[in-house]
């Protein structure tokens, strides 16, 4: 009985992880996108899509690369020059299994943007006591993307008549929309 609990708790404990994640992805990206409408005075925001860019380099005050990374590294940020640097991998279309190479970068700039505001004062104060010779600035590398939750907004792919006709499909098959 003692390990069916064990495997509960943990069961638990991920999926709490991830409900919380997923929340803090989504408060995120809303904030921006709000931080976005006000100083343009704008009612609708461009789909986060097309100016996750511009909300880590003007919003959050990222320096953004693209940059050559081993093909099994998606992005990495780093604290460098005093402000975090995100480098999104030049090479993710040559990546295994990689179909759409844009929408890779642009969950992988919404992910960084996560470590660049919630982790970088881990990045940010190192490591302590490391010895001379070993001391190289810490990063996060990401081999996997969990950006989803900031990346994708309902709002804006309502605007999208494909997906709009995806879910009238959906409604008609009457399978899960």
Not at 169 to 174: W, Y
Request: some cysteine.
């Amino acid at each position: 009985m003692g390990r069916t609990r064990m495997r509960t708790s943990r069961i638990e404990f991920v999926e709490r992880t991830r409900r919380a994640a997923w929340a803090f992805g989504q408060e995120f990206r809303d904030g921006l996108l709000s931080q976005f409408k006000e100083r343009y005075g704008v009612l609708d925001v461009p789909p986060p899509a097309l100016i996750i860019a511009e909300l880590l380099t003007d919003f959050i005050g990222v320096d953004l690369k693209d940059d050559p990374l081993a093909l099994n590294v998606y992005a990495q940020t780093e604290w460098l020059d005093g402000k975090p640097r995100v480098t999104v991998n030049s090479r993710i279309h040559r990546m295994k299994g990689v179909k759409d190479p844009e929408g890779v970068k642009n969950v992988a700039m919404w992910h960084e943007g996560i470590h660049s505001v919630r982790d970088i004062d881990a990045i940010r104060l190192g490591r302590p006591g490391v010895l001379p010779g070993f001391d190289a600035p810490p990063k996060i590398v990401c081999y996997r993307q969990a950006g989803r939750a900031a990346a994708v907004s309902h709002a804006a792919l309502a605007k999208s008549p494909a997906f709009r006709e995806l879910l009238l499909l959906a409604e008609r098959s009457g399978g899960r929309v």
